[in-house]
């Protein structure tokens, strides 16, 4: 038995078990300094997250040598996830090109055991292209499941990873991925885009972890930000808590294999999400939440 905190209650990722209210690291490059970078992990850590998602293009690699330098050597239960797939290239809006051959994937767990001081990254997440928003796969990078799965399926026999994710895809390329073994699937979903649901409730069938991103909406168009819709909004006010925390609330109250990755570079705004934990709806809140999707 602990002690320590564990926000949103347990859930599993492969063999790990984790809380269910995680932390996505990707906006940690843009804090003003490493010193608040440091700041806002080691607070994560000490309010019991246990679940960090990162990869090395974020940067690239500073947030990778940023948890590396605030929380190394790293807590016995800490799940590092990160994904390969994409490359940095700095250009606006979107600062990333497809990396998806096999040879790729394979230099980008290299650069994850190196940036982050690990022997082995405890899973790692195949970032297809098959699903919006961001950049398209083109080309040669239009490479088959079969031979990325091939590659991570090696790296993960080598010893280098220790679980296989998988992330922006379609339930038919889920389907042909689960005889790899697949932890976890990441995909755009949240209360107000439903559009995953299928792919949800594969997962669900097959004790794969759901591991929704943009889980409060986006700025890209198309993406309608959580908090602002009329009865998130109205929900949050009657229960005295935030937008944010409502739209997070009804992700963990809708599926039992959900795990959370909210991001943010602010402890306040990071303790925000985990306070989601909370955060009760009864059965006519979440009536209302489940039709506005």
């Given at each position: 038995m602990t002690d320590k905190p564990q926000p949103g209650g347990l859930g599993s990722i492969g063999t790990s078990t984790v809380a269910r209210i995680g932390y996505g690291a990707m906006q940690l490059f843009e804090s003003e300094t490493p010193e608040?970078?440091?700041?806002?992990?080691?607070?994560?850590?000490?309010?019991?997250?246990?679940?960090?998602?990162?990869?090395?293009?974020?940067?690239p690699g500073e947030v990778n040598r940023r948890i590396r330098a605030a929380l190394a050597p790293y807590p016995d239960d800490l799940v590092i996830?990160?994904?390969?797939?994409?490359?940095?290239?700095?250009?606006?809006?979107?600062p990333l090109a497809a990396a998806q051959k096999p040879a790729e994937l394979r230099a980008a767990v290299e650069d994850d055991l190196r940036q982050l001081g690990l022997d082995c990254v405890p899973v790692v997440n195949l970032r297809r292209m098959d699903l919006g928003p961001g950049v398209a796969a083109e080309g040669d990078q239009r490479v088959d499941v079969d031979d990325q799965l091939a590659e991570m399926i090696a790296l993960r026999d080598e010893g280098k990873i220790g679980a296989?994710?998988?992330?922006?895809?379609?339930?038919?390329?889920?389907?042909?991925?689960?005889?790899a073994g697949i932890a976890c699937v990441q995909n755009a979903y949240s209360v107000?885009?439903?559009?995953?649901?299928?792919?949800?409730?594969?997962?669900?069938?097959?004790?794969?972890?759901?591991?929704?991103?943009?889980?409060?909406?986006?700025?890209?168009?198309?993406?309608?930000?959580?908090?602002?819709?009329?009865?998130?909004?109205?929900?949050?006010?009657?229960?005295?808590?935030?937008?944010?925390?409502?739209?997070?609330?009804?992700?963990?109250?809708?599926?039992?294999?959900?795990?959370?990755?909210?991001?943010?570079?602010?402890?306040?705004?990071?303790?925000e999400n985990l306070g989601a934990a909370d955060v009760t709806l009864d059965a006519e809140a979440l009536a209302r939440l489940d039709a506005v999707g």
């Open positions: 608040d970078a440091v700041a806002v992990l080691r607070r994560a850590v000490e309010l019991g997250v246990n679940h960090i998602d990162t990869a090395s293009f974020y940067g996830v990160s994904k390969v797939g994409a490359r940095f290239t700095g250009e606006q809006p979107i296989i994710g998988i992330s922006a895809v379609p339930v038919d390329v889920v389907r042909r991925a689960l005889p107000l885009d439903r559009s995953q649901e299928d792919t949800l409730r594969l997962c669900a069938e097959e004790g794969v972890a759901w591991v929704p991103y943009f889980p409060l909406g986006s700025a890209f168009p198309g993406f309608t930000k959580v908090a602002d819709h009329p009865v998130v909004a109205e929900i949050a006010g009657q229960l005295g808590v935030t937008g944010a925390q409502v739209g997070l609330a009804w992700l963990l109250a809708h599926a039992p294999n959900t795990l959370l990755i909210p991001g943010t570079r602010s402890v306040t705004h990071l303790e």
